[in-house]
């Protein structure tokens, strides 16, 4: 089975099986049973959330956990809150908590760009933020978007609670710091004042995964200057970060466009694409260029606009 | 926008409103569709059913070596496991294909390409079914694939089909129509010469439902059911009787509710046989049910046509002929489902809608490491190749002279004096009035004011396009000295049978899959005897309960069926003529119809309704000499000829500079396809093409890899437009009745898939302002083909 690009739709399909391998299920009553039952089962058994990659990779047996450890029922794990100068989101939110989220969209308007653009409404109905980011596809959405944002994964296994960078998070395709037996539960992400961020994705229909897309998250300090700024491409790499150079040539400079130019112009050279049926490595590398440049032209405008508008307090 | 009558537009408005005969009309079939009980292949479930599933090939081109069966037979659930060595004992390995060829059943020597059916496993469950079929081991020697067309005739070519005696290549057909030296001589002597490659892709029908079947062999009285997802129920059985030798009479095919079918489920695909076979060794009801992947990539794919075409032309912008090359794909096993004589289906209509000199083209057929079938997807038998050819080659002779592509097609437009129109490859088109089609088009769109809007956006760096098509379609096979499919002539029957209470069943041969015949025909026979659709029941889909014919496609339904229960319906009506005059005691010259009742001439008022006139004809009501009682008919409906519907379409697109995305923005339609049954059908079935049509134009493919893997085997790969992608249609009509057809229609169920295609990819290329780019025109493909090119995808 070769994978030919991200989004495990692309995948050569060498045998047409699409009914899982027999597996055993449980229902975890709270996080220290998820935990537990985790332990027990070991290496062999998967979480599963929304189950909209899981279930999919199971059916093309993919994957073939022998166990699986259903959370849905951890409300505990699906909250959207405000605290000590962080937005904290439970790893069990869904992706439509996060959409319909006014304070989301205020706070940090890029996680609404993504969410409109994230599949189709059943699929969001179910698949949460968790999932999305331990699936770690390199064509992922929320990966980008949390990476742009430069939020931290917390972790909670045998050994405790960690807190992980999303830059250490994302390990490489398919893979995360998230090791056996341990959970994903919780995304936070600090809020910056005079703050902007915006996602632009370009895709062959809706519904589809990334052909490019690119997130851009940027503060603008008293001086009407960068002062800090944040940036995640999706589907042009096999990593999510790398985009230091962009970072660093934005901070302590004036957001104009001729700066985002210059900005999409690196973003293209450090991106690292591939040719698939989505695009040629050329044209993917193009967009790593014109989308940076777009998400970083919308996160200045709405910084400024945040800056008017009491964003400063937030 | 369609004019809409509210009054008439439910089936739940009082009856008085609705119409007795043709109108706008819920369809009768939707209240179980909406309500979720619809009745699909799957949903059959028979005591004691047992599940087959399909070993695939993973390579495209490989000699089986050995298969290994033993571990799978061993599994507790499993009941029977078949190879392609088995079948040979049955002598059921290979089958005919729809087009004379041979495919194999069950893979004995090779496989031919990658999802190649190799060996079927019978279980208790799905699930086992599918697990034992990791347990096979079969043992391959890879084989080096012929994957580009382009490449299946050189010298140095592997032998696909070596099964065939003396195959020393991988040639199927050459064929031509037209008069070439006619034609060499016209474009000798013209200004303009415009050359164009093109390469309409290979695409997919990709129904909801997938195919599948319930195989039912009655080990006591020898009968067979079977339930299958087709098209063409009595033709299918019709070959199960010559293949496998099972009598006609002791065959039932049944093809319930179906969820579409767009040619994918005209032919009959080996697990059909093999589900037959499973039921005949386990003495049990087998069922078996396609995946998705299995759907994309083993069943029915259609078009992959490498064409070059020309087109000649004055300088002023008379077009003087049309000359074509097509190298034709056919995968693995040439499964074409196309009348015997015509081997690239009725693509020789590629002269259009315009009035020229001469043409000619030449189409080579040939086999490639990829899957069989081939013709189908809504398109009426290659025309939609057709019809793109000839609409790119017009615009790129716009570009090329620098006119404006819709005076440039005015100019070239048949003129209806010109109609019956033998055109210059052998069709007769029988009716239109295209200039007014395409009047009626522009000024729906708005035609001049979208040209200045263009111009102002351009000026503004923004890329509008407007693109247009006007094609011609032919329909409605066919006349049955022409037409055939394995030697069973394309004429269809019907039946009718008024009840004593003046309700009454019609039985057709030809089979829905969405397209409303529960209500078309009932509105059809309603038009005729004045009985209300509801009071008529449509019965198809079941080889025991209707007449023979060959069913549904290439737009046949209305154009065939359509006319044979128009025919049937008015063989009732002269019976009950005969019936009303004994019962008022005139003779039957003496009366006159009027929809739903005979009267006395000069007497409206002595009258006796169909219904009055239905239970005399059952009761005790003496009869004229040599006239039986009770009040039905049948009928064979021979067509004299194609039917020929039109349409013109606009496309207005936007497409982003920066990234190459295209934004269908407005799309007007209007179509001919002569007298309208039922207009909100008719609007149903073009919608549902027109999204076809965007969807082939931006993203539709079936890809390969150079190893014959194929890319395209979920709908994550293989992407179908949604209502997102699609506007909201604008459609427009005009009515122009077929004249050889009883009732005018000409049959519409194709015209959109094949008239839309063309006319989105014209707007692209107006807007990128590049002669020509291949489909799918997915971003990736314009951004390329904005900045320096783009190849034909592969
Ligand atoms: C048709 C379709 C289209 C899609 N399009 C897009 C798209 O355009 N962009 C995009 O970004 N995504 C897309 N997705 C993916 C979608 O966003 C998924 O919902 C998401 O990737 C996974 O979330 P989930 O909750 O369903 O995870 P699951 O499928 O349940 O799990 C995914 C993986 O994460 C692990 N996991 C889940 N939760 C935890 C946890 N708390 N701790 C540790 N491990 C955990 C599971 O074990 C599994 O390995 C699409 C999916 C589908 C089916």
């Known amino acids: 089975m070769t994978v030919r690009s991200y989004g495990f739709g692309a995948i050569a399909l060498e045998a047409a099986v699409q009914v899982p391998a027999t597996f055993e299920y449980r229902r975890a009553s709270s996080v220290e049973d998820a935990l537990a039952l985790l332990e027990r089962f070991g290496e062999e058994a998967r979480v599963i959330a929304g189950g909209h990659s899981l279930l999919p990779m199971m059916k093309l047996r993919l994957a073939r956990p022998e166990f699986l450890v259903d959370i849905n029922d951890l409300h505990e794990l699906d909250y959207l809150r405000l605290e000590g100068g962080e937005l904290l989101i439970g790893a069990l939110t869904r992706h439509r908590t996060l959409l319909e989220s006014e304070l989301v969209g205020r706070l940090f308007p890029i996680f609404h760009d993504a969410e409109r653009v994230i599949a189709d409404p059943p699929v969001r109905n179910r698949g949460t933020i968790g999932g999305s980011l331990c699936q770690a596809d390199p064509a992922e959405d929320l990966s980008a978007v949390c990476t742009a944002v430069r939020a931290v994964a917390v972790i909670l296994g045998p050994g405790g609670r960690r807190s992980v960078p999303m830059q250490e998070f994302y390990r490489g395709p398919y893979e995360t710091a998230v090791g056996a037996g341990e959970l994903l539960v919780e995304i936070r992400v600090p809020v910056r004042p005079n703050a902007g961020s915006a996602y632009r994705k370009v895709e062959r229909k809706t519904g589809d995964w990334a052909v490019a897309a690119a997130g851009g998250a940027l503060s603008l300090a008293d001086d009407g200057r960068i002062g800090w700024a944040g940036i995640g491409l999706a589907a042009v790499s096999t990593s999510l970060a790398g985009y230091r150079r962009v970072e660093e040539a934005l901070v302590g400079r004036e957001p104009t466009d001729e700066l985002f130019t210059e900005a999409g112009r690196i973003a293209a050279e450090d991106c690292d694409p591939l040719s698939d049926l989505r695009g040629t490595e050329e044209y993917k590398r193009h967009l790593a260029g014109e989308l940076t440049h777009r998400a970083l032209t919308l996160a200045a405008e709405r910084a400024r606009a945040a800056g008017g508008t009491g964003g400063k307090d937030a | ?794």
């Open chain 2, 1 to 794: 926008m369609t004019a809409v009558t509210e009054s008439a537009e439910t089936g739940s408005a009082p009856a008085s409103e609705r119409p007795v005969g043709y109108g706008r009309l819920k369809r009768k079939e939707d209240p179980r569709f909406v309500r979720g009980k619809g009745h699909y292949v799957d949903d059959v479930q028979l005591p004691g059913m047992l599940h087959g599933a399909v070993l695939r090939s993973p390579l495209a081109h490989a000699r089986i070596v050995s298969i290994d069966t033993s571990a799978a037979e061993s599994h507790p659930k499993v009941r029977a496991v078949i190879t392609g060595a088995a079948l040979e004992g049955l002598g059921l390995a290979w089958m005919p294909t729809l087009s004379m060829d041979t495919q194999a059943v069950l893979a004995t020597d090779k496989v031919r390409f990658q999802g190649q059916e190799v060996a079927f496993v019978v279980a208790e469950d799905h699930y086992a079914a599918r697990d034992a079929l990791e347990l096979i081991d079969v043992e391959y020697e890879p084989l080096p694939p012929v994957i580009n067309a382009r490449h299946a005739l050189d010298a140095d070519a592997p032998v696909i089909r070596d099964d065939l005696e003396g195959r020393t290549d991988n040639h199927i057909f050459d064929w031509e129509a037209g008069d070439k030296a006619a034609t060499d001589e016209v474009f000798a002597r013209a200004d303009v010469v415009v050359t164009q490659e093109m390469l309409y892709p290979r695409v997919h029908p990709a129904p909801l439902e997938t195919c599948g079947c319930v195989a039912d062999m009655d080990p006591v009285d020898g009968k067979l059911t079977l339930w299958e997802t087709t098209q063409a129920p009595h033709a299918h059985r019709t070959l199960y009787a010559m293949v496998a030798g099972l009598p006609e009479q002791k065959i039932r095919v049944i093809s319930p509710d179906i969820g579409g079918g767009f040619g994918n489920k005209v032919g009959i695909y080996p697990g059909y046989v093999c589900a037959v076979v499973g039921s005949i060794l386990t003495k049990k009801p087998v069922k078996w049910v396609e995946d998705r992947s299995e759907n994309l990539m083993s069943t029915s794919f259609a078009r992959d046509y490498h064409m070059r075409g020309e087109i000649a032309a004055t300088r002023e912008g008379k077009i003087l002929g049309v000359r074509v090359k097509v190298l034709a794909d056919h995968g693995a096993f040439n499964g074409t489902a196309q009348p015997t004589k015509y081997p690239a289906g009725f693509f020789h209509i590629f002269t259009g809608s315009y009035d020229i000199e001469a043409a000619h083209c030449q189409v080579t057929g040939v086999y490639t490491n990829k899957a069989p079938g081939g013709v189908a997807y809504a398109c009426s038998f290659r025309v939609t190749e057709a019809v793109y050819l000839v609409e790119r080659l017009v615009d790129c002779l716009a570009d090329e002279l620098g006119q404006d592509p819709a005076e440039l097609r005015m100019r070239n437009l048949l003129r209806p004096e010109q109609f019956p129109y033998e055109n210059k490859t052998g069709w007769e088109y029988d009716s239109g009035d295209y200039p007014a089609t395409l009047r009626k088009a522009l000024d729906l769109a708005g035609y001049d004011t979208l040209r200045r809007e263009q111009a102002e956006r351009r000026a503004r760096g923004e890329l509008m396009g407007i693109g247009l098509s006007f094609f011609t379609e032919t329909v409605g096979a066919g006349p049955r000295k022409h037409m055939d499919i394995l030697g069973l002539g394309m004429a269809d029957g019907c039946e009718l049978r008024v009840h004593p209470t003046g309700k009454a069943v019609v039985r057709l041969s030809v089979q829905s899959q969405g397209q409303g015949h529960e209500t078309t025909f009932a509105q059809i026979v309603a038009e005729e005897l004045g009985i209300p659709p509801e009071d008529i029941e449509v019965v198809h889909g079941d080889t025991d309960q209707t007449p023979f014919g060959l069913g549904t496609y290439g737009s046949r339904s209305t154009p065939v069926s359509g006319a044979a229960a128009a025919v049937v319906a008015r063989k009732v009506r002269d019976k009950a003529r005969i019936i009303a005059g004994a019962m008022l005691e005139v003779t039957p010259e003496d009366l006159e119809w009027e929809k739903g009742r005979w009267f006395v001439k000069g007497d409206p008022g002595t009258a006796r309704t169909i219904q009055e006139i239905a239970l005399a004809a059952h009761g005790a009501l003496e009869l004229p000499e040599g006239v039986e009682g009770h009040l039905e008919a049948t009928t064979v409906y021979n067509p004299p000829n194609l039917t020929f519907p039109y349409g013109a379409y606009l496309c207005v697109v936007d497409v982003d500079p920066g990234t190459g995305e295209v934004k269908v923005r407005r799309f007007v339609a209007v179509d001919d396809c002569g007298t309208r049954i039922n207009p909100m059908i008719i609007e149903g079935q073009v919608h549902g093409g027109l999204a076809d049509g965007v969807g082939m134009a931006l993203m539709e493919i079936i890809s390969f890899d150079e190893d014959g893997n194929c890319l395209s085997g979920s709908f994550m790969d293989y992407l179908v437009p949604t209502a997102l992608e699609t506007p909201a249609w604008e459609l427009g009509n005009t009515v122009t009745p077929s004249p050889h057809h009883p009732i005018g229609a000409k049959g519409v169920g194709e015209s959109a898939t094949v008239g839309s295609p063309a006319a989105v990819v014209n707007a692209v290329m107006d807007a990128i302002g590049v002669r020509h780019a291949d489909m799918p025109l997915t971003p990736g493909r314009v951004w390329q083909a904005m900045h320096g090119g783009v190849e034909p995808p592969q």
